[in-house]
């Protein structure tokens, strides 16, 4: 959720996008398998104790992939198998699975960075859009979300 990355990206990412050297980043860019195009995204306090618990547990191979595959070795987890995690994760805290998925983790903190601050071009560059119009749409921004933001400027 605060990587803001899709699910065949995050499920890619290598120990040494995170981890180079052993040390874990604040930040990191990976280049996005949809588009082709670089990903900036930070990696939170709460993420780096999460990671760093986890590269504890399994070893810091910095090769090797963040989330390896248990049924097929050398390789990483699938998107599949992540979406599978998450509906238990969902499950886990009492919430309805079928609200939440892989896709809708990558858009709600993009969303909230939205509300708070109302910069799409930020939105646009979080996710590694093209054209704003995509971000808009994304986004599900409507007129009312518009104008809400227009009447908070005073002249």
């Not at 670089?38 to 760093?52: H, K």
């Not at 749409?137 to 400027?153: K, T």
Request: proline share 4%; hydrophobic share 40%; net charge positive.
């Amino acid at each position: 959720m605060d990587a803001k990355l899709g699910g065949c990206d995050l499920v890619k990412l290598r120990v040494s996008d995170v981890a180079p050297g052993g040390a874990l980043r604040q930040r990191a860019t990976i280049v996005q398998q949809k588009t082709g195009r670089p990903v900036p995204f930070e990696i939170t306090d709460a993420t780096r104790d999460a990671l760093s618990a986890w590269l504890a547990r399994r070893g810091k191979r910095t090769d090797d992939w963040l989330f390896p595959s248990r049924s097929r070795p050398g390789n990483h987890i699938t998107a599949r198998q992540y979406a599978r995690l998450v509906g238990q994760w969902v499950a886990m805290i009492d919430l309805e699975p079928r609200a939440y998925g892989t896709h809708s983790l990558r858009r709600t903190k993009v969303a909230l960075v939205y509300k708070k601050t109302g910069n799409l071009r930020a939105c646009q560059l979080l996710l590694g859009h093209r054209k704003l119009e995509s971000t808009v749409r994304y986004l599900g921004i409507e007129v009312d979300d518009a104008l809400a933001l227009s009447e908070q400027v005073e002249i």
